[in-house]
């Protein structure tokens, strides 16, 4: 049997299938095309048909070459067997903007549609010359224009990214598509169990980016990838710290997308699926001590929407 068959997929509230496991496309450092477009393309030659990248990453045109270079070498069959998600940055989280951005996304891609299209944040800047000036976000707007994309075709299914349960709650009072999906910051070091549990309430899927805290980041950190509890849960279980940790994701109905660009370690992350963490050990897991990496200070302030981080996070800091 094929890796990729392996590999379980969920049925989103679209009714759409999302591989259980993503390639996340946000790197600190951006590789020439030809690098990044061949490590793309060994993900799918190893079994990964989930991409996510976003129109602030500057990489969708390189996930549209792989795309493109993988049907020509019959590396895929047909576009319709990889699922590719992309993201509405915060100059274009307006009513007016979000069709046009997308129909550009759709463009750097080369693609007649998107799996999936998030709201990047629940933020609104307007680009004046080479400053940035934070705009009033309406979600209920935005979110229209979003559900219009849908209609149209364009997006198989919407969602939103870095959004609290309080932003959550006020986009449902008036959605007629629901979220198919919320991507936040998830790993063991902060596990979203409210987050988690207000999700499976409404049917909503949580994808997790920086699942091993953008460890070796400038940003990051290591109590993933040097915790204590996991190094020994790894090495009972004879598995990287990395799979423990992409393992526990899993195990709490979240999706992992993970960022390696090492070619081994990509295909480390795939075996997370064929074994399991025990109650005790997810009990263990459950001790760690709890802290937001990315707290996004540069979107609070006095002339902003939200003028301090509780507001942003709605108390989930």
Same mark, same amino acid.
């Given at each position: 049997m094929d890796r990729e068959m392996q590999i379980p997929a969920v049925v989103l509230n679209s009714g759409h299938k999302m591989q259980a496991i993503g390639v996340g496309t946000s790197v600190p450092v951006l590789p020439s095309t030809e690098q990044l477009v061949s490590i793309l393309l060994h993900a799918i030659a190893a079994g990964y048909r989930h991409f996510d990248t976003a129109s602030f990453y500057g990489t969708e045109e390189h996930v549209g070459l792989a795309v493109a270079e993988a049907l020509d070498s019959s590396l895929i069959k047909s576009r319709d067997e990889i699922f590719i998600t992309s993201k509405l940055w915060c100059t274009d989280a307006h009513s007016d903007l979000v069709l046009p951005s997308l129909k550009e996304t759709l463009r750097k891609l080369g693609l007649k549609y998107v799996d999936l299209y998030l709201i990047h944040w629940p933020v609104r800047f307007r680009k004046d010359g080479d400053s940035l000036t934070i705009m009033n976000f309406d979600i209920k707007e935005t979110w229209e224009a979003m559900e219009e994309c849908c209609k149209l075709g364009l997006a198989k299914s919407i969602g939103v990214s870095n959004f609290s349960c309080a932003k959550l709650s006020k986009l449902l009072e008036n959605a007629t598509i629901r979220p198919a999906v919320n991507q936040v910051e998830m790993n063991v070091g902060w596990q979203q169990q409210k987050l988690m549990q207000f999700s499976k309430?409404?049917?909503?899927?949580?994808?997790?980016?920086?699942?091993?805290?953008?460890?070796?980041?400038?940003?990051?950190? !290591?109590?993933?990838?040097?915790?204590?509890? @996991?190094? $020994?849960?790894?090495?009972?279980?004879?598995?990287?710290?990395? %799979?423990?940790?992409?393992?526990?994701?899993y195990q709490q109905g979240a999706i992992p997308?993970?960022?390696?660009?090492?070619?081994?370690?990509?295909?480390? !992350?795939?075996?997370?699926?064929?074994?399991? @963490?025990? $109650?005790?050990?997810?009990?263990?897991?459950?001790?760690?001590? %709890?802290?937001?990496?990315?707290?996004a200070v540069e979107f609070v302030g006095p002339n902003s929407q939200y003028k301090s981080l509780e507001e942003l996070w709605d108390g989930e800091i």
């Open positions: 309430e409404n049917n909503i899927h949580v994808c997790a980016w920086s699942p091993l805290g953008a460890y070796g980041a400038s940003w990051g950190t !290591n109590v993933v990838m040097e915790s204590p509890i @996991l190094k $020994d849960i790894a090495a009972t279980k004879n598995k990287t710290v990395a %799979q423990v940790a992409l393992r526990w994701i997308i993970v960022r390696s660009l090492n070619r081994e370690r990509m295909k480390e !992350n795939l075996d997370i699926f064929d074994w399991e @963490l025990t $109650d005790e050990e997810i009990h263990r897991i459950g001790q760690i001590p %709890q802290q937001r990496m990315c707290k």
